[in-house]
Structure formats: structure tokens, C-alpha cells
């Protein structure tokens, strides 16, 4: 283990010990705001169970497998994503001004926000933590094939790498490369070869097989 | 402001370690911290930018030792103290104590739907937009204290216009409490020996969606 990882455990286990007192400053915080009727409980239950459970991956997943066989929802995906996708009728409304970007042969997409945590919150769900963390947000920018390399991807050296840094409220999804050996799937099947990271770029779709 | 939220191109924060099989929540409290941010933001006493703003604003090693979700509470809590939501001696005794101010609108369960997804960000344009895609701009070389979304390592830099978003509320504007003061939003494409210079990766372009008043003409 390198002097890094024990620092990273060392600043993780400190801010571990203040898990009590956090939790109780959250509970004393709402607690104060639902007792001035500025927010209600059973709202927040709400917000936090349409998190874990509604949104996630699961739906860009689905958004990427209609685009690899419908070339005309492609097509409208690729002009104007949030239109596109509220227009089809097959998926839940989304708020984001989304914009898709494609991976195709000799260009590799990734997405960042360097400054804060900007996430396509509608089809991704929440952000994992390391795209949240220091090391993703600082590297990305500057050595994105270091920072596909720690993901286990090796990309051709002659690539294109496209890295997007969302700095405003457009949120961005990568649309990865439909693996060969996929012709004919259906789109349910499709779907489970497209991982989470592979819509923000730090890999590529599963192929066929892959997975036990 | 130049703070340490503004990472890239920073060195010595180590390698990316993804966790396996990551719940979406690592404690309750965490779901609690999001939640209460999409509420608080929805009676519109202050906003997005604010509490972004208010996230900066945290001392250096405080924004870099807390987790994520503790951050946004001390964001969170540092703008309902400013804005009198809130007193110390409240969060201290962990009750009311004295009688809530006015805000603009509460969310029922009724309503609990238009926290899961956002408002739109687009206002009505003030004028025409100043560039088009193709144009080469150069990024200002500004260091406000307050909030920007112009990140430091694409300042003063070269590069073309790849798209308009449409006219945005404008972030260094709102976060200040100046109003929506919508601006051009455009994606800047910039090469990477532009931002890195020689040792760029050759095969590198980035793009940051920058607001109007970030570029000057070329």
C-alpha cells in the first residue's frame, strides 16, 4: 500500500469518528426546519426514495439500448436529448438539458465536473463517490488515459479523447460503442451490457459473454 | 473564487479508486443531507448557485477532509444561519426557538414530484448571442472571489465555439444575489496542448460550457 492510500484511510477513519455528531446536526437541522414548516418529512421520505430506487443507471441503460436499434431516436438523441427522450413516451419525463455525446470508432468521450459534482442525475441516479472525489475531477482533464488505465481500459494511442467538463446546467451522457456480436439482441438484453461508468466514459460497454 | 474546489489539473491527489457494488446511500443521514437540500432549494430561499457558492466558501482543509454529503450540510447549514432560517443557539439546543420566517413556498407530499426532477435553467435572452460556432475566443483571465464556473485552467486560453446551449441564468450573477442576469451559454473546445501545453496528450481535446461574459473575440 502506497503512502497515498494510507493518508486516504487515515482522512476516511477521521471523518468517520464525527458520524455521530453529523448525524445528529442533520437530525437537529431538519428537525428545526420541519418545526418552522419550511420542509416536511414525509416529502423528504419521498425525495430519498425516488433516489434508491426510481432513477439510476438502469435508465440510461435503456435510453442507449433504443438508440443502438432505432436509428431515428439515434438520430433525435444525438440533436436534442432531453426532447428526444421526453418526446418518446418510453421513459420517465427528465428536467436535465441533457446533451448525448457518441463514442464511434476513433473517438473516446468522457464527462467531468471539475468544479463541484454536475451528474446526469435523470438517467445516471446519483454519482458514485469517485467521480465526486479529488483524484477523478483533478486527472480527468489533464491525463485521461491514466485515469482509463486505473479503470482497466487501454485505448488505441491514435484515439480521439473528447473530455467534457460540465461547468454550467447542461449534463452530459456518453452514448459507448454497441459491442460486435450483438446483432439482433433485443433491446432488454442490450441493456444489461451497458454499464454506468460506460455512459460517463471511463469504460466501455460489457461484451457478449463477459459476465458469468 | 480560486479555492481548492477547483481541481483540474491539480497533482497529488492520487489515483481514482472505484468502490465495487456502491450503495447509493452510505449511511441514512447522507439521503437525509439530499433530500433537505432539493426542499430547502424548492422554497427558493436561496438557490443552486448559492449553495454551490457556500460549498467554496468552506475553509480549504474542511472542503477537502469532509465526505461529499457533509459538505453540502455544512453548505447547507452555513446559508440557513445567513439567511435567518435558522439561529446557532437553534442547531445548538437542537429546537425551535423562535417563530419561522416567510418563505416563498413549501413542497407537500402532493408536490414531492417536482423535486425529483429540475427547472429549467434557460431565460429569456437580453440580446442576440455575440458568437456563433466556429468562432475562436480566448477565455478571460479573471480571479473573482466570489463564485464563477470558469475553472482556472481555462482561463486566458484559445479555443473555438462547438455549440450554443441557449441563454442560461448566469451563476456568478445568482450566487452574488445579483438575479438571474441570463447570459449565452456555449461549449469551448480547446485543445490539449492549449490548456497543457507540451506535455498534453496529442490526441486530447476538452470542452467547458462557458457563459458569454467568460470570452472575448479572437
Not at chain 1, 102 to 127: A, F, I, K
Not at chain 2, 58 to 77: D, K, N
Amino acid at each position: 500500500m502506497s503512502d497515498h492510500d494510507h493518508e486516504h484511510e487515515h482522512d476516511h477513519d477521521r471523518d468517520h469518528s464525527h458520524l455521530c455528531d453529523v448525524q445528529l446536526r442533520v437530525r437537529a437541522l431538519e428537525t428545526i426546519l420541519t418545526e418552522k414548516g419550511y420542509i416536511d418529512p414525509a416529502v423528504l421520505d419521498q425525495i430519498v426514495e425516488h433516489f434508491e430506487t426510481k432513477v439510476g443507471p438502469h435508465v440510461g441503460a435503456r435510453v442507449v439500448a433504443h438508440a443502438w436499434t432505432d436509428t431515428k431516436f439515434k438520430a433525435a438523441l444525438l440533436e436534442d436529448a432531453t426532447r428526444a427522450i421526453n418526446e418518446s413516451g418510453l421513459f420517465d419525463q427528465i428536467g436535465d438539458h441533457l446533451v448525448v455525446v457518441e463514442n464511434r470508432p476513433g473517438e473516446h468521450n468522457m464527462v467531468v465536473c471539475t468544479l463541484c459534482s454536475c451528474y446526469p442525475w435523470d438517467v445516471l441516479g446519483l454519482p458514485p463517490v469517485w467521480y465526486k472525489s479529488a483524484p477523478y475531477r483533478s486527472r480527468v482533464v489533464m491525463d485521461p488515459r491514466g485515469v482509463l488505465a486505473e479503470f482497466g481500459v487501454t485505448l488505441p494511442e491514435e484515439t480521439k479523447i473528447r473530455v467534457w467538463d460540465s461547468t454550467a446546467e447542461t449534463r452530459f451522457l456518453v452514448l459507448p460503442q454497441r459491442p460486435a456480436g450483438t446483432e439482433g439482441w433485443p433491446e432488454e438484453r442490450l441493456a444489461e451490457l451497458v454499464t454506468r461508468d460506460s455512459m460517463i466514459g471511463t469504460r466501455l460497454a460489457e461484451q457478449p459473454g463477459a459476465r458469468p | 473564487m480560486n479555492g481548492v474546489h477547483d481541481m483540474g489539473g491539480m497533482h497529488g491527489f492520487g489515483k481514482v479508486v472505484a468502490e465495487q457494488d456502491e450503495p447509493v446511500f452510505h449511511a441514512d443521514w447522507e439521503g437525509r443531507v439530499l433530500a433537505l437540500m432539493r426542499a430547502v432549494l424548492y422554497t427558493r430561499a436561496w438557490n443552486i448557485d448559492v449553495f454551490r457558492d457556500s460549498q467554496e466558501q468552506l475553509p480549504a482543509p474542511v472542503y477537502l477532509t469532509v465526505s461529499y454529503y457533509h459538505r453540502w450540510l455544512l453548505g447547507i447549514t452555513r446559508s440557513a444561519l445567513e439567511r435567518g432560517l435558522v439561529e446557532q443557539d437553534e442547531l445548538d439546543a437542537g429546537r425551535t426557538l423562535r417563530p419561522a420566517r416567510p418563505v416563498e413556498r413549501t413542497m407537500t407530499p402532493a408536490e414531492a414530484g417536482n423535486a425529483f426532477i429540475r427547472g429549467p435553467f434557460a431565460r429569456t435572452p437580453q440580446g442576440d448571442a455575440r458568437f456563433k460556432p466556429g468562432d475562436r475566443v480566448r477565455t478571460v483571465n479573471i480571479h473573482p472571489a466570489g463564485h464563477t464556473r470558469l475553472p482556472r485552467y481555462a482561463r486566458d486560453k484559445e479555443g473555438v465555439i462547438a455549440a450554443i446551449r441557449g441563454c442560461h441564468v448566469f451563476p456568478d450573477s445568482k450566487a452574488a444575489g445579483k438575479g438571474d442576469d441570463p447570459q449565452w451559454l456555449y461549449s469551448v473546445v480547446f485543445s490539449g496542448r492549449e490548456l497543457w501545453g507540451r506535455q498534453a496528450d496529442p490526441t486530447l481535446e476538452l470542452s467547458i460550457e462557458a457563459f458569454e461574459p467568460y470570452l472575448e473575440s479572437v
